[in-house]
């Protein structure tokens, strides 16, 4: 999928292709410029805009598998942040720290259920406590696996509710890492400056930042989640000192979690529209 990028050199629009670096190398269609861009966002918010575009745009199986891959990668950024956190802590060379990272991901890369592991005991290990959230039900698999691996045809209502709980997850957990995520952004950061250095003479760096649905509720007005509800055994919307009714937890808990995706949505969603849309009179999206 394209993003729009404006030429330092002419001041006009080309069309990019988002890439795993989060570097694009660019000639200007126009001009013949050559410029570099760095778009500092990381894989997770690029995944989670693109499901909710395809969303907005009724490719409800193809939202699906984003907000999925848009989980899977977040939990790798989790596990980046917590362990660059905790080698800071320990006053560990950034460098050592990332490249002994680095080495050891590449054992459990390619396996997800590894993956996961490594995440949960990085959630024990920071938060002291067991990640009770990590069952098929918190995640969301069985519709996942209904969507991905059987072939099923979701309804928009479906696929809505998966975004908003993937969405919540990964909101909570951006709330809870704080500023230890800047430690995971940082090696982004690295990645570029060696990605810079070795730019040839007469070559523009550009850096950007794009709209996105994390952004907005990190850097926009919409408030983040609370850590822990204001009364324990509360949930959300419950008032204190009102019964609680069987399943109502769970109700208030979906509803609260859709609640926050469409308050992201109207946030961002129409500069999610216009941002990752086709170019005028181009194509749809693929």
């Not at 977040?74 to 080495?103: D, H, I, K, S």
């Not at 890369?109 to 005991?121: C, H, I, K, N, T």
Request: proline fraction near 7%; glycine fraction near 10%.
């Amino acid at each position: 999928m394209e993003f729009p990028t404006v030429c330092p050199a002419c001041a006009r629009e080309n069309r990019a292709e988002f890439t795993d670096s989060s570097v694009h190398d660019l000639t200007c269609a126009h001009c013949g410029a050559r410029y570099c861009v760095f778009l500092r966002k990381q894989r997770f918010e690029v995944l989670f805009d693109l499901g909710t575009r395809a969303l907005m745009d009724g490719y409800a199986r193809e939202a699906v598998a984003s907000f999925a891959a848009a989980l899977e990668r977040f939990f790798e950024f989790y596990v980046w942040a917590f362990t660059l956190e905790r080698a800071a802590n320990a006053e560990q060379e950034f460098g050592a720290a990332l490249a002994g990272l680095e080495g050891t991901w590449r054992h459990v890369s390619s396996q997800s259920e590894r993956q996961l592991g490594m995440f949960a005991l990085a959630y024990l290990l920071r938060e002291g406590r067991e990640p009770d959230f990590l069952t098929a039900r918190g995640l969301g698999t069985d519709f996942r696996n209904r969507v991905i691996h059987r072939g099923a045809l979701p309804t928009r209502a479906e696929v809505e509710a998966y975004a908003a709980l993937v969405f919540a997850l990964i909101d909570r957990l951006l709330t809870e890492l704080g500023p230890g995520a800047a430690h995971a952004e940082l090696a982004q950061e690295q990645g570029f400056a060696a990605h810079l250095a070795g730019l040839p003479d007469g070559v523009t760096a550009v850096f950007e930042e794009h709209p996105g649905m994390f952004r907005a509720r990190r850097f926009g007005g919409l408030a983040p989640t609370p850590k822990h509800s204001p009364q324990p055994g509360l949930v959300p919307g419950q008032v204190p000192g009102q019964a609680r009714k069987p399943g109502k937890a769970v109700n208030d808990a979906r509803a609260y979690q859709q609640a926050l995706f469409r308050q992201a949505l109207e946030e961002r969603g129409a500069l999610l529209r216009s941002f990752k849309g086709p170019p005028p009179g181009g194509p749809g999206p693929e």
